[in-house]
């Protein structure tokens, strides 16, 4: 499942970190600096590209890194979406900084309940009770009208109050909150994944029978692994919902799990920049092929997919891995 | 008491649609270990081909005949397609299960396009054949016959199956191949060839069911991941690799149901996924499971 | 100072009994070979022990605690550890990673999300001494599967020795192995401190009779003799376990 990184940095020389940080500098940059050159359109879709991003390489933790395929992932965005949703609409509590954490806190919970029992088997098992548990959450968005409108959705989700005076939401605005988000969480997993914790989980997706053997509770890191999944999902999720102004409950679906588990395996499971490439690539594609063919838009994503898992293992981010890796050989031999 | 029958009965037809669904997505669980996703897609390829081969024969043969010509043409084409996703693509990923398990994934979104190019996207409705059509008394109630020929027809099927399973050589073969693939392979058993019957006569069932279900479930484009999510519930319930497994899980699946909608009909949908969440509790491996 | 005690351990598999009332003791420092024809139950009594399978009856001490229902990671913390039959390393990842998760493993707390597993200092030190002992230092970043079969076996058994276990369970040790990597692992497992127990199941005898200070036969259930090398060479129970009653007794050194 995508080429395995070696945890921290042994590997190069000590100099070498400034190489390695540099492509994340330029797009850090990169980013900042674009907004006034897109038009509203553009920036919109790259604010999505980011929302999406967040959420698949939330994915990417438990399945290219602990080796757990879930295809029930879109609950905690939906969760947390429809959580920040009607504590705005609902209770009018339009503070950001009551309604993201708490957002994310409801993701949380949703993921150490779902996790508890689905963590109860393994493999294709596993698989088949995240998707049921998302179905069960996108149909209890379907029940519970009162709170989350139904099957028209919880429209009307405005922009919360960040309680900076004379302050007002802009798309170029709310771009730079997602993007903040999104360096945040990107920096967090990045420091997860190369820790102890991080290399247990891979330890634990290579042989978890050894693992145990060796002293580990493989259950209870396979656990703390899906919650955190789940709370970063649900920072993708309260983005989300304020994104759209809406939420529906296809969110919580099956349909929007497979979507960002595509993402995932497209842009190379088990890096933690992939997944953000997987999610520019259906994100920009989907737009193109909108343009053209829009109604065929499945059948190619289904296409792309096919062709991903059966002659890329490692999707697309493993050879801008490689081709960076050699990039940086030959300008450190310079 | 008549409406502890007639729900009985309502839970038994829907129960034996289920074991139907249930059993192709469980043998090829229990022998290739992996789950086709695309299983429900391949009910909803049949349930499309089988209408449209019946109502292009209906003036030719009939109301019954066109029946059977359309279930048997959505079995076909469903196993056609199965055997080649097997041949074509799930085979080249021998010993990749997850990565098979991603495929299906892909085929579901491919058939659905492919559904929707060819019929669009409007809901159709399931055909009745006339012999079949209207509701006899029974027990008290009036109970449709199409449904009373769902169970005597999914009994029968369930019979056979277990026949198959149980009895024959191909059967004990496949049993083989689930408890221990590589001694099967020693004993010279073709094991890839046995992974492409299974899924196809997998692929072949829920096509067949396609038609057979609709006036149940409908004829849709989402019924490609309802039927899925069905199938998969059984599975679940009733363990994996087995008819018996399928019969059952199908069987409690469909009852409870039924008394559900019944007796607490605002948690209607839900008690399908209580039961699912019990049994994950408390048996994992299904209530006739081998041991995960 | 008895580190393994065995009551009455018994196993079986649906109908079939594998085995019945085994008991038996290994003290520290003991070099015990468990050997027995095929089917004996070898493997799975050492599955027993390190926690994969249950018993059916029966119970297993460690050190005077009871362990017979406990999970594997709390066996390896108590002090015992095994290696396996067929390799169990983390085939895809370096020497260095598969090091670094051994010697992780047998600290207490592995929840630390902040640091890399290399800023551990100590680790990587003690890692270092580990692979420069075993002459694969150089080869620390590469994966597993570039080793050779035998360095592969090697880097099992140091895994299983990471956690420094009072009792250490191997399961066919020398299988695959060339006569020269056997005997390499050999002067390996000789080197192991003097009081921790080594019980290891084996059909490679010329390993037995290197390695073992006891031989304990296993069959038809039961086991059948234990002793010194010799004295289970001229044990005609034995004899007749793994070459039938119908053969002169000569002594023949069963290979």
Not at chain 2, 274 to 285: A, D, H, K, Q
Request: charged share 15%.
């Amino acid at each position: 499942m995508g080429k395995v990184e070696l945890a921290g940095s042994n590997r190069q020389p000590r100099r070498g970190w400034l190489f390695s940080l540099a492509p994340y500098i330029v797009i850090v940059v990169v980013l900042l600096a674009l907004p006034p050159f897109l038009s509203a359109y553009h920036l919109s879709m790259l604010t999505k590209v980011l929302i999406f991003a967040i959420f698949a390489m939330s994915l990417d933790f438990i399945v290219g890194y602990t080796g757990l395929l879930s295809l029930g992932h879109a609950a905690f965005l939906g969760v947390a979406g429809y959580a920040a949703g009607i504590l705005i609409v609902r209770y009018d509590i339009v503070s950001f900084w009551l309604v993201m954490p708490l957002g994310i806190l409801a993701a949380g919970i949703a993921a150490a309940i779902i996790g508890y029992i689905a963590l109860r088997v393994s493999g294709v098992y596993f698989l088949l009770v995240t998707l049921a548990f998302g179905q069960l959450l996108s149909a209890a968005a379907v029940k519970w009208r009162a709170m989350t409108g139904g099957t028209d959705g919880l429209v009307g989700i405005t922009r919360p109050d960040l309680g900076l005076p004379g302050f007002t939401w802009t798309g170029s605005s709310y771009y730079y909150l997602v993007f903040l988000a999104f360096v945040i969480c990107f920096f967090l997993l990045y420091r997860i994944t190369k820790s102890t914790f991080g290399q247990t989980l891979v330890g634990i997706r290579e042989n978890e029978p050894r693992m145990q053997c060796l002293g580990y509770n493989t259950w209870a890191h396979k656990y703390v692994a899906f919650i955190l999944a789940g709370l970063f999902a649900g920072v993708a999720g309260v983005l989300f919902a304020i994104f759209y102004g809406i939420m529906v409950p296809g969110n919580l679906g099956l349909m929007t799990s497979a979507s960002v588990m595509l993402m995932v395996i497209i842009g190379g499971a088990g890096t933690l920049f992939g997944p953000v490439i997987g999610a520019g690539f259906i994100v920009v594609l989907e737009r193109f092929v909108s343009d053209y063919v829009p109604e065929r838009w499945p059948l190619i994503l289904g296409c792309v997919f096919i062709i991903c898992v059966m002659f890329m293992r490692g999707g697309f981010g493993i050879y801008l891995s490689r081709f960076w890796k050699g990039m940086r050989v030959r300008l450190w031999k310079c | 008491m008549d409406v502890i029958l007639l729900h009985f009965l309502i839970g038994i037809s829907f129960g034996c649609i289920l074991f139907l669904l249930g059993t192709g997505l469980s043998l090829t669980m229990g022998l290739m270990r992996i789950v086709n996703l695309s299983h429900g897609a391949l009910y909803m390829v049949g349930g499309y081909t089988g209408l449209a081969v019946a109502k292009l024969t209906e003036n030719l043969v009939g109301r019954n005949l066109c029946f059977v010509l359309g279930i048997l043409a959505g079995g076909i084409c469903a196993g056609l397609l199965g055997l080649i996703l097997e041949t074509g693509f799930l085979r080249r990923l021998y010993k990749r299960e997850l990565d098979q398990v991603l495929l299906t994934i892909g085929f579901v979104y491919i058939l659905t396009n492919l559904v929707q190019w060819v019929w669009g996207p409007v809901p159709q409705s399931g055909v009745v054949p006339s012999i079949l059509s209207g509701s006899i008394p029974l027990g008290g109630v009036t109970f449709p016959v199409f449904r009373l020929a769902i169970i005597a027809f999914g009994l029968v099927a369930a019979a056979g199956l277990w026949l198959f399973q149980e009895r024959t050589r191909i059967g004990a073969i496949v049993r083989a191949g689930m408890d221990n693939k590589e001694m099967a392979m020693a004993l010279g058993i073709n094991l890839k060839m046995v992974f492409t019957g299974v899924f196809a006569l997998g692929a072949f069932i829920a096509g067949f069911c396609g038609l057979i279900g609709a006036p149940l479930l409908g004829i849709n484009l989402g019924i490609g991941w309802d039927a899925l999510l069905l199938a998969m519930i059984v599975v679940i319930v009733g363990g994996t690799g087995s008819v018996q497994g399928a019969l059952v899980g199908g069987l409690v699946i469909g009852l409870i149901d039924a008394y559900g909608k019944a007796f607490f009909p605002e948690l209607a949908y839900f008690t399908m996924y209580i039961v699912l969440i019990i049994i994950l509790l408390f048996r994992p491996s299904g209530l006739m499971g081998r041991k995960i | 100072m008895e580190v393994l005690r065995v009551d009455g351990l018994s196993k079986n598999f649906g109908g079939l009994q594998v085995f019945h009332g085994l008991s038996f003791t290994v003290e520290a420092g003991d070099k015990l070979a468990l050997i027995g024809p095929n089917g004996a139950g070898k493997t799975t009594l050492l599955n027993i022990l390190g926690g994969q399978l249950p018993a059916t009856a029966g119970r297993v001490h460690l050190l005077g605690q009871e362990i017979t229902r406990l999970a594997p990671r709390h066996r390896l913390h108590l002090g015992l550890s095994r290696s396996f039959q067929l390799n169990n390393l983390f085939l895809n990842l370096t020497l260095m990673e598969n090091i670094l998760l051994a010697l992780e493993g047998a600290e207490r707390s592995h929840f630390q999300m902040l640091h890399p597993i290399d800023a551990q200092t100590e680790l990587v030190a003690t890692a270092q001494e580990l692979l420069e002992s075993m002459g694969l230092w150089e080869k620390r970043f590469d994966p597993i599967t570039t080793l050779s079969y035998g360095d592969q076996r090697r880097m099992d058994f140091a895994l299983a020795m990471v956690s420094k276990p009072k009792l250490l369970l191997l399961d066919e040790p020398s299988a695959g192995l060339t006569i020269a990597e056997s005997v390499s692992l050999a002067d390996t497992m000789r080197q192991l401190p003097k009081d921790t127990a080594l019980f290891f199941c084996a059909h490679d005898m010329d390993l037995v009779f290197n390695l073992a200070d006891q031989i304990m036969v296993l069959g038809s259930g039961q086991i059948i003799a234990r002793g010194t090398p010799y004295e289970i060479q001229a044990n005609p129970k034995v004899k007749e376990i793994y070459l039938g009653s119908e053969v002169p007794s000569e002594d023949v050194r069963s290979s």
